[in-house]
């Protein structure tokens, strides 16, 4: 195999675009040579896999940012890449330098933009606009509650900063995304989210700091085992049990019983119901 394609397969998943060869001295006849003769299979216009095995989520993103060079993950696959939106369509979202609207083609829904200095990097070797960034651009097209839980999710999963999402909205007053999301960042900015587990963690510190509740420590030591949500003024923990309670319910029992003969009143609620009956974790919490 050619070096040089040997080592763009080896960075890109075995995913290589014509630019990328026409650069690199290839012709066109030898590309289509390669392309026929090696049963490369074509993903998007100049872009091809190499393999013949199902292309995976990874393979498909770089292939995106391949589509033409200065391409970036941008509002939802960005937001799945850096995991805070779950992967909820059949198309890649990308931007490129430059003004209009966006277009499809394809496979791929392409955005233009003349404000991505600074705000674009890349993330494991795949172009990507930063967490920031992209939860500006995703925003308007989700639900508030949707919304919100990206926001939480961008810092709990430590992929941004108050300090970062703060300074990209100075950079864009007035889109429709900052909005809401400089309101949850003026009313949350003080919540320990990377400190939580989950994200049902994440909303109950949420729901408890609005009720005016909120535990002094978070996922910290108790009698040397790690506690949920922790009073240790009034010697009370809370647990949020989510579906691998059921599997290791007697490890999680083991470790109530150590916080008790601690002192601790412990109580548990499922993490479903703190996202469906969040009067229930006030409930608790009040006691």
Not at 75 to 81: P, T
Not at 98 to 115: A, E, K, M, W
Not at 206 to 233: C, K, M, Q, T, Y
């Given at each position: ?8 397969a ?8 014509a ?8 012709t ?61 369509s059949?198309?890649e ?17 392409v ?59 100075r950079?864009?007053r ?11 960042t003026?009313r ?31 996922n ?12 240790d ?38 993490s479903g119901?703190v996202?469906?009956?969040p009067a229930?974790?006030i ?5």
């Amino acid at each position: 195999m050619d070096v040089h394609l040997r080592k763009l397969a080896a960075a890109q998943a075995d995913v290589v675009a014509a630019w990328q060869l026409l650069a690199a001295g290839w012709t066109r006849e030898r590309i289509r040579h390669w392309l026929v003769n090696r049963h490369w299979r074509i993903i998007h216009e100049g872009v091809y896999a190499m393999t013949h095995a199902p292309l995976t989520r990874r393979q498909l993103w770089i292939a995106a940012t391949l589509s033409a060079p200065g391409t970036y993950l941008t509002r939802a696959s960005a937001g799945a890449y850096w995991g805070f939106r779950p992967w909820e369509s059949n198309f890649e979202t990308v931007v490129r330098l430059g003004s209009g609207g966006p277009r499809r083609i394809g496979q791929l829904l392409v955005f233009r933009s003349i404000t991505l200095a600074g705000e674009v990097g890349t993330l494991d070797g795949i172009p990507i606009t930063s967490a920031p960034r992209t939860l500006i651009d995703l925003l308007p097209s989700l639900s508030r509650k949707a919304g919100a839980k990206a926001f939480r999710e961008s810092l709990r999963l430590k992929t941004t900063t108050v300090a970062e999402i703060t300074a990209s909205l100075r950079r864009h007053r007035g889109r429709r995304g900052a909005a809401l999301l400089r309101e949850l960042t003026d009313r949350y900015s003080s919540l320990p989210y990377s400190q939580c587990r989950s994200d049902a963690e994440a909303r109950a510190v949420e729901i408890l700091h609005e009720a005016g509740l909120s535990p002094d420590r978070v996922n910290r030591l108790v009698a040397r085992e790690e506690a949920d949500l922790i009073w240790d003024d009034r010697r009370r923990i809370i647990e949020i049990d989510g579906p691998q309670y059921h599997q290791f319910r007697d490890e999680d029992l083991r470790k109530q019983a150590c916080w008790e003969r601690a002192g601790y009143t412990v109580s548990r609620i499922p993490s479903g119901q703190v996202f469906s009956n969040p009067a229930a974790l006030i409930a608790i919490a009040s006691r």
